[in-house]
T-cell receptor, first 114, second 110 residues
Framework: SAVISQKPSRDICQRGTSLTIQCQVD?????MFWYRQQPGQSLTLIATANQGSEATYESGFVIDKFPISRPNLTFSTLTVSNMSPEDSSIYLC???????????FGPGTRLLVL | DAKTTQPPSMDCAEGRAANLPCNHS???????VYWYRQIHSQGPQYIIH???NNETNEMASLIITEDRKSSTLILPHATLRDTAVYYC???????????FGQGTRLTINP
């Protein structure tokens, strides 16, 4: 498996502001993913973060709202832009290890937008 | 859409085996069955996966029916720490996109 950390673990933000969430993994991985879990709901994939190229977004998610960076094989960021209370969620990153092709998740970032 | 059906909730007594069912009647021949769980306020934890043979690891056993249309995750000796939401997911290995349904909320009672 892999050790995955996220920063911040939680935050309370004002509407209209932006928050950048960091995801760090302790080994080089090819695939990194960002998920959202709204209150009381299951997880939904936002995008796949590709190293060296633009992220691939799922239907309903756009780059202007959720810009993603992937500068190297161990790190990625997700920015939640121009936040509204509807963005209050847990945001999770996951990684796929090449050999096992199983995804492992970080601890998540709890975001509350007022 | 999730391609699996799970009961919304289950209870199990501590120390007993917890058997969590999952229906995946439209599963394709190259799709694997994955199980994850999410303990409150944490990221999902990988448990086990399989294609058609039964699998066992240190956490659980996975029993897949011969027609592969359903499976059962077995926690052999449930503890209070096993209280979580359990997700059954079918996935082509390498396809990357995990589609989470609503899962089964398993409560282990003392």
């Amino acid at each position: 498996s892999a050790v995955i950390s996220q920063k911040p673990s939680r935050d309370i933000c004002q509407r209209g502001t932006s928050l950048t969430i960091q995801c760090q993994v302790d080994s080089q991985v090819t695939m990194m993913f960002w998920y959202r879990q709204q209150p009381g709901q299951s997880l939904t994939l936002i995008a796949t973060a590709n190293q060296g190229s633009e992220a691939t977004y799922e239907s309903g998610f756009v780059i202007d709202k959720f810009p993603i960076s992937r500068p190297n094989l161990t790190f990625s960021t997700l920015t939640v832009s121009n936040m509204s209370p509807e963005d209050s969620s847990i945001y999770l990153c996951s990684v796929e290890l090449d050999i096992q092709e199983t995804q492992y998740f970080g601890p998540g970032t709890r975001l509350l937008v007022l | 859409d999730a391609k699996t059906t799970q009961p919304p909730s289950m209870d199990c007594a501590e120390g007993r085996a917890a058997n969590l069912p999952c229906n995946h009647s439209t599963i394709s021949g190259n799709e694997y069955v994955y199980w994850y769980r999410q303990i409150h306020s944490q990221g999902p934890q990988y448990i086990i996966h399989g294609l058609k043979n039964n699998e066992t690891n240190e956490m659980a056993s996975l029993i897949i029916t011969e027609d592969r249309k359903s499976s059962t995750l077995i926690l052999p000796h449930a503890t209070l720490r096993d209280t979580a939401v359990y997700y059954c997911i079918v996935l082509i290995q390498g396809a990357q996109k995990l589609v989470f349904g609503q899962g089964t909320r398993l409560t282990i009672n003392p």
